[in-house]
């Protein structure tokens, strides 16, 4: 069994920030090949961000400029830095690596 536990979701004014973590126990040896996928109410689950161990990480077209992924192998944890937040960005964040999901963390974002 292995868990991907989301968390820093919560509630922002247009234009703030939030940093989401996602926390790996169990069966994962690296953070390479992890994303932040999305899911708004009544629409399809978008890849967000996804970190390489070689290369850039990829991003939304959405998101570019604003969201940055990183991580930290020896803490089997990574992060989600997300500024100038805009209420699009609302959805619940879900935590990805090969074919585990987190719970996810609900991030809203007002006007």
């Known amino acids: 069994q292995v868990w991907l536990v989301e968390s820093g979701g919560g509630s922002v004014q247009a234009g703030g920030s939030l940093r989401l973590s996602c926390a790996a126990s169990g069966g994962f040896g690296s953070i390479y090949g992890r994303a932040w996928y999305r899911q708004a109410p009544g629409k399809q689950r978008e890849l967000v961000a996804r970190?390489?161990?070689?290369?850039?990480?990829a991003y939304a077209d959405s998101v570019k400029g604003r969201f940055t992924i990183s991580g930290d192998n020896a803490k089997n944890t990574v992060y989600l830095q997300m500024n100038s937040l805009k209420p699009e960005d609302t959805a619940v964040y879900y935590c990805?690596?090969?074919?585990?999901w987190g719970q996810g963390t609900q991030v809203t974002v007002s006007s």
């Open positions: 990805n690596q090969d074919e585990d």
């Open positions: 970190i390489y161990r070689i290369g850039t990480p």
